[in-house]
């Protein structure tokens, strides 16, 4: 597991760190792909998924409103509650972002042997596990 857990690290440095016209911070960039995957959430359950304390959060939410990347209305099923989404900015960012990531994995998957690409397609299954079963558990 110590051995799996470094290579998943030492994968996520050079997967994560994007070339990017416009830069912005992991607790920025991770409220934004939270939000392009779990749709729109109130505050308190977007607490439950970033490494924030609540103030931190309530800032970061205000300062990414104020730039046109997320709005919130209010939650349907309760009035006091307010939901926060991605606006057409922020789900571009996401989409860019990706499509970044895309090409630079094929570019790298390209240069791997047809053996070790089909290794690697086959454990696109286990790790989805992992995320379901990391889900599940928080």
């Known amino acids: 597991m110590d051995r799996l857990t470094t290579v998943i690290e ?11 016209v416009r830069r912005f911070n992991f607790s920025t960039l991770s409220v ?3 939000l392009a995957r779990g749709g729109p959430m109130r505050l308190t359950d977007l607490l439950k998924t970033e490494q924030l304390k609540q103030p ?3 800032s ?3 300062r990414l409103e104020q730039d046109g990347l997320i709005n919130r209305r ?3 099923t309760d009035g006091r509650a307010m939901l926060l989404s991605l606006t057409r900015e ?14 630079k994995l094929t570019h790298l998957v ?3 042997t047809d053996d070790e690409r089909a290794v690697l397609a ?3 299954h286990v790790l989805t596990r992992l995320t379901e079963i990391a889900a599940e558990d928080a």
Not at 90 to 103: D, E, Y
């Open 122 to 124: 086959s454990s696109m």
């Open 60 to 62: 970061l939410v205000a």
């Open 110 to 112: 390209d240069q791997l």
């Open 56 to 58: 931190a959060l309530t």
């Open 74 to 76: 209010p939650d349907p």
């Open 32 to 34: 934004l792909h939270t």
């Open 10 to 20: 030492d994968f996520n440095t050079i997967f994560i760190r994007l070339p990017s």
């Open 90 to 103: 922020g789900r571009q960012i996401v989409r860019s972002r990706h499509a970044n990531r895309v090409t």
